[in-house]
Structures are given as structure tokens and as C-alpha cells.
């Protein structure tokens, strides 16, 4: 397995850049984070600044349009340029919440095959009832009602949908979330329960990335903050309210 950089930490890049290989350019160009278990960091800006670029590298997509073209990357402990095995391993303790998940669940699957899905497909002699309680407390704990799990995706609502496919990136318990737009399509009242189960994770020792422009999020997360334009870093700080602008140099968020 490729020797870790940085074994302390739970995300972390140095000068990372990564290129769209159909388009020939750069998405992401020098970003520079560390990452602690139990720590957040929300990633904000515009609408085609390489947020969830960003994101999807870190989680160990399977994006074959996307590569990195320079720096370092890893997550887990596992660099973000492994293959194999190791980048089986990155994606086991990775959970991943993809942006716009919740239109792109499994259509032929019921609800609870889906959260279960990335334990069933890893192990298929797994204990069903252990499995079947498993996410019926990951479905209550996001106040999905105990009918949803045998129902198929298009009888509920997106903002249900969309705590399906939260339920599903935590089923795993991953040292690391990489979570883009958790709050997407998500009505006011529902948006607490979801807050609470990702502080409670990170209380726990989880490492939370966040794609995000919602303030709020950011506040009630207590996130460090890294600002990407055109994707470059422009501005961090532990804080929103502390961001530091730099748009003519590289910037580093975390120790």
C-alpha cells in the first residue's frame, strides 16, 4: 500500500492539481489541505469552480475524465493515484455523497437495498437481520417513516431521496465523508436531523469534507473554510467570518 504522507491526517493534499482529460485543462490547480479525524472543512464557491471535482477525486470516484496531473493526494491514508486493492480500501472507508444523488439511485432496487448496497456488494454472506436493522436505523435517524425501505426511489420525494442517499453514504461508517451538497433538495424541518447525524459522526472522530455555499451549514458544522475560484484557492479560514483572501498565491488550510 503506498506509504502515507501525512499518517495523522485523515484528508490531505499538497499542491494537488487535476485535469479533465476530454477538455484538456486544469480543474483543480494547487490545492494545498490537511484534514484531522474529527474535523470539517467546507469547500465553497461558484457554480464551475471545481467543487465537486475536488470531491469526487477525494472520494476515489471511478471519473475516468478526471486525473491528477500534479501534487500530492490522500485520503485514508491511501494516496488518491493508487489502484487495486488499495483504491478498494480507499473507497471502503470513504463514504461518498455525490452531487445530485438523489435523482441517480438505482431505479430496480427498494430503498433498503440501496443503503445496504455497499455492504452487499462487498459481502454477499453478510447477516441480513443485522444488516435489515442496521439501516432501519440509518432510515430513522433521518426521519425517513419505516414504510420508505420497501419502496423504490421514484414513489418518494427528492428531499426523501435525498436522505436515502445520505443513509447510504454512512452505512459504512467511514473514517471519511466526502459529502457534496448535503442539503440539497432538503426541506427546513428534515435539514436538524441530518445536521445531527453528521456532528455526531464527527464527534465520533469522522473526517467531513463538505461541498457547500450554505452559511448556515458552515456555521452549525463549525467548519474550516477554502474558497476555490476557477479552481484555485482564493481565500481559508477556521471560520467563515475569518476567511483570508489571497487570490494571487497558493494558500494551505489546516496544521
Do not use: F
Amino acid at each position: 500500500m503506498p506509504r502515507v504522507t501525512e499518517p495523522d491526517a485523515a484528508i490531505y493534499c499538497s499542491d494537488l492539481s487535476i485535469a479533465r482529460v476530454s477538455a484538456d485543462t486544469r480543474v483543480i490547480d494547487g490545492v494545498s489541505l490537511r484534514v484531522a479525524p474529527g474535523e470539517v472543512v467546507a469547500v465553497m464557491g461558484a457554480t464551475g469552480s471545481g467543487k465537486s471535482s475536488l470531491a469526487s477525486c477525494l472520494a476515489g470516484a471511478d471519473h475516468r475524465d478526471l486525473r491528477i496531473v500534479g501534487g500530492v493526494g490522500e485520503v485514508a491514508g491511501i494516496s488518491l493515484r493508487a489502484r487495486g486493492r488499495a483504491r478498494r480500501v480507499l473507497t471502503y472507508r470513504t463514504g461518498h455523497l455525490r452531487q445530485g444523488a438523489n435523482s441517480d439511485l438505482p431505479a430496480r432496487l427498494t430503498i433498503s437495498e440501496i443503503v445496504a448496497e455497499p455492504i452487499t456488494a462487498r459481502d454477499r454472506k453478510v447477516n441480513a437481520r443485522a444488516l435489515a436493522l442496521r439501516v432501519a436505523a440509518l432510515l430513522d435517524e433521518l426521519q425517513l417513516p419505516i414504510g420508505a425501505s420497501e419502496k423504490y426511489p421514484y414513489e418518494l420525494s427528492s428531499g426523501m431521496r435525498q436522505r436515502v442517499a445520505i443513509a447510504r453514504s454512512l452505512v459504512l461508517d467511514p473514517t471519511v465523508l466526502i459529502a457534496d451538497e448535503p442539503y440539497a433538495n432538503l426541506d427546513v424541518d428534515v435539514r436538524p436531523a441530518v445536521l445531527d447525524a453528521l456532528r455526531r459522526r464527527v464527534d465520533d472522530g469522522m473526517a467531513l469534507l463538505v461541498v457547500t455555499n450554505e452559511r448556515e451549514l458552515v456555521a452549525d458544522l463549525e467548519a474550516q473554510v477554502l474558497v476555490l475560484r476557477a479552481g484555485r484557492p482564493i481565500g481559508v479560514g477556521p471560520t467563515l467570518d475569518d476567511v483570508l483572501w489571497t487570490p494571487d498565491e497558493a494558500t494551505r488550510i489546516g496544521g
